[in-house]
């Protein structure tokens, strides 16, 4: 049998149009793209970008208006009952005083828009269907507390023992308490683990008392929140390992299912009609493995969305022509471990999505893309923070590409420039 070499299937052909923030979803396609779509993703390209979080208010709103009446974005359970709060205008305080320094820097800014937006008496839910943007386990193992002091008073000493131990991770992101529980001995980290999964296995006991019956809700929210801190003990160890140059990279794919499960979830419930716009970075987002210089990352949310929910998911990338673009710098002096700084973007290759928009730019702010993702096509490019990912063709449903990335303002605010 004569022997053929493998030809890559070539990259699919893209179709351009201007993109106006003032009518989101003016153009056609994309507008009957997301029509049918139970779950929207709405990613950006790099964090702290102020273009981009400028569109994503407006995406948000115009989806809002189609159906859209739960906001599902990277913040824990701790902090979405005061984020919808505030959302909803219930809330008279600045949103950097209820929540914390890191979702305040992702979010502020977009949500400030959002709020200023949206009509009075709205009633869009607020999803935290990450884990604590802190990663500390104390955002989880406090209101675990007070619920299991009501359904399960026995275990009273147990919890208390589980936070002590825990008060040693501390920090403002994952890089902060990645590093405190470094400094933790190893005695301690592990007997952290052994408590959490101990309190983890008493609440799940607790099914079948209380998960039919007066105290059900109890129930569900202690569940999700040891699920919670215990992923996030999980989490913090990948990440302090990534840190010191220990780790598996693509641990961080335990986040993700966290996050693709909190979001099924809440799928579930939904009544006729209502949908979900699940904001995040385009990594999350994808409906395809993260891939870095051939280098699988992670299997993100969106690739567990896509399979669970098929046409249901739609996921709409945000990114830039720009030639730089805001980037972390870790190990910084900061609440939560690093420093926004300009750093110059990787090139604009061949097959990408802002190759594609090139001529559109010339004389437009923003450029909506489309592409075709068939069995045949092969792969795409598309920056992501300041480099650049391949990524498959079905990754994403369509990009909207920006001529700038101007630096957010709420990292000046923050401290963080």
Known sequence: ??????????????????????????????????????????????????????????????????????????????????????????????????????????????????????????????????????????????????????????????????????????????????????????????????????????????????????????????????????????????????????GRIDDTTIREVFVARRISEAVETLAAGDRIAYVAHNNHIQKTPVVFDGVLTAYSAGSMLADSLGSGYRAIALTHTDDQVPEMSFRAATDIGFRVERADSAPIGEDSVEAACANVLQSADASVVRWEATGEAGTIRIRSQSATAEVGAGAFDAAIVFASATTDAAVRVLGLD
């Not at 149009?17 to 390209?45: C, F, K, M, Q, Y």
């Not at 981009?52 to 995406?59: C, G, I, K, V």
């Not at 400030?112 to 990663?135: A, E, K, M, T």
């Open 1 to 246: 049998m004569p022997n053929h070499p493998h030809t890559p299937a070539p990259a699919p052909s893209f179709t351009t149009a201007t993109w106006d923030e003032r009518h989101p979803l003016a153009n056609a396609e994309l507008s009957e793209l997301l029509s049918g779509a139970r779950v929207i993703g709405v990613g950006e390209s790099a964090h702290f970008v102020a273009e981009l979080n400028a569109a994503r208010a407006s995406l948000v709103e115009a989806l809002i208006q189609r159906g859209v009446n739960s906001l599902a974005l990277e913040i824990g359970h701790d902090e979405a009952h005061l984020v919808e709060q505030w959302l909803a205008g219930e809330r008279p305080e600045e949103l950097r005083t209820l929540v914390g320094p890191l979702t305040t820097a992702l979010y502020g800014t977009f949500l400030d828009d959002l709020r200023n937006r949206l009509p009075q008496g709205h009633g869009i839910h607020v999803l935290g269907v990450d884990l604590p943007n802190s990663l500390a386990i104390e955002p989880s193992l406090a209101p675990l507390a007070s619920i299991l002091a009501t359904v399960d008073p026995a275990a009273t000493e147990l919890v208390q023992a589980t936070r002590q131990l825990a008060a040693g991770v501390v920090g403002g992101s994952a890089a902060a308490s990645a590093t405190s529980w470094l400094a933790l001995d190893r005695p301690a980290q592990d007997a952290l683990t052994v408590h959490l999964t101990r309190l983890r296995a008493r609440v799940d006991a607790l099914r079948a008392v209380h998960a039919i019956g007066a105290n059900a809700h109890l129930w569900r929210e202690a569940n999700a929140l040891i699920d919670a801190a215990a992923t996030t003990d999980v989490m913090v160890r990948a990440m302090a390992d990534l840190f010191s140059s220990t």
